[in-house]
């Protein structure tokens, strides 16, 4: 029988059956609350990152080693993160990081000089990589209504908590700089009693992973490029989430309630199109599709970030749309990722996850340096370029992600169907 015969019923049954994304476990809900506050946590810091380099006579680029401290350490260990949670279970694993978190935000927020809160940022990472890597691989393997719902929840979860921290980060830091850091380590500690409570169990008991698992992943060339894309990507991402608060302060906006609100609006535009517009986009065109389309997209945006660096209005609405793109790409790469390989999901997680944060650890850093030699707006331009990169390397990979792209799934399908209708 054909498939247009056979489509129809398999189509409707398969509708009927797919339960909305709103009915999660219970398990579910618990990790998707937990990583709201983990998410809340990066955005929490960056409205106060010039009141700290004020009040502890700090170059930017010292500031911006917070940054850098943290996510290098996260990338580092988000390799190994699967290696323990394959050993003591998710749960654990969760309320390990999560504790880590707690102890060194707290400690950063009582420190003295910058070079101590570089350090007490550093010891913040590996508590990060060990909830973040977990979380999406819990939430992607619990979930109703398979690995796109899942990812769609993850998202909406990163950017409520990505909205919500820099407009609490400012209200704290209106107080004082430590105000943020003390708020993280209360977050965590909410999160914490949220896993205890309400994630009962670690389900079934997966297999022990090899401690070069990660590693040996990234030969595999759909996840091998869309990894090496993140790198170049998230050095954008950095770039306009770091970068940005110094180059605001010149305009009138410095204050932390100032560039708390900026960035709430940042946050809210990554949420809004990452539950809704990724999904819409993804119906219509394959991942890989998607991809094409809104990284250069992306690169254009920042360019005009370049150009309008001397204008409050035009600077702030850069940052706006950024957020509105990056929804897009955080979803979309996520849910290539999660597709690219036939790998365990914490596998491809955590190798994903450690090559992406090491480009977001290059950022901040190299964004200062680069407007110190040259422009204010330098950054920008070579974070467009970066973005670019990453447009290359997807389109030059493009027959390595046909799985990405849903071509394995879209084949069983359709085999199911002319199954269905033959017997």
Not at 240 to 253: D, I, K, N, S
Request: charged letters at 10%; a neutral charge.
């Amino acid at each position: 029988m054909s498939r247009a015969t056979a489509s129809p019923t398999a189509t409707a049954g398969t509708a009927a059956a797919r339960p909305s994304i709103l009915y999660q476990p219970r398990a579910v809900w618990a990790v998707a609350f937990a990583c709201v506050i983990a998410f809340m946590g990066i955005g929490l810091v960056d409205p106060i990152l010039p009141a700290i380099a004020a009040d502890l006579a700090a170059t930017p680029t010292e500031t911006e080693m917070l940054f850098t401290s943290y996510l290098l350490v996260t990338g580092l260990a988000m390799f190994f993160t699967s290696w323990l949670s394959s050993r003591i279970g998710a749960k654990r694993t969760l309320l390990i990081g999560l504790a880590l978190i707690v102890v060194f935000a707290l400690a950063a927020g009582l420190s003295q000089d910058v070079e101590s809160i570089i350090g007490f940022r550093a010891g913040w990472g590996p508590g990060n990589a060990l909830f973040i890597s977990t979380a999406l691989a819990t939430i992607v393997g619990a979930a109703a209504g398979g690995t796109s719902s899942a990812i769609i929840l993850y998202e909406a979860a990163l950017g409520l908590g990505i909205a919500i921290g820099p407009l609490l980060g400012g209200l704290l830091g209106s107080i004082s700089w430590r105000g943020p850091f003390f708020g993280s380590a209360t977050l965590m500690a909410v999160g914490f009693i949220a896993i205890v409570v309400l994630l009962k169990t670690d389900g079934p008991k997966p297999a022990p992973t090899r401690l070069s698992a990660p590693f040996r992943a990234l030969a595999r060339p759909g996840l091998g490029i869309l990894a090496a894309a993140a790198l170049f990507y998230n050095i954008g991402f950095f770039v306009l989430l770091a970068y940005t608060p110094f180059a605001l302060v010149p305009l009138g906006l410095g204050s932390a309630v100032s560039l708390g609100l900026v960035f709430f609006g940042w946050g809210i535009s990554l949420a809004v199109t990452s539950v809704w517009v990724a999904p819409l986009l993804t119906r219509r065109m394959r991942r890989s599709g998607v991809l094409w389309l809104v990284l250069p997209l992306l690169a254009l945006d920042l360019a005009a970030a370049g150009l309008f660096i001397g204008t409050a209005v035009g600077l702030v609405v850069c940052v706006i749309v950024g957020g509105l793109l990056l929804g897009v790409l955080n979803t979309v790469l996520t849910e290539s990722v999660m597709e690219a390989t036939d790998l365990p999901r914490s596998v491809a997680s955590s190798s994903y996850s450690g090559v992406r944060f090491l480009g977001g650890a290059i950022a901040p850093p190299a964004a200062t340096l680069l407007a110190d030699q040259f422009t204010s707006a330098t950054p920008f331009y070579a974070a467009a370029a970066s973005v670019l990169v990453a447009v290359l390397l997807i389109v030059l990979g493009r027959r390595h992600l046909v799985r990405a792209d849903g071509g394995v799934e879209n084949a069983l399908d359709e085999a199911e169907a002319i199954g269905a209708g033959d017997s």
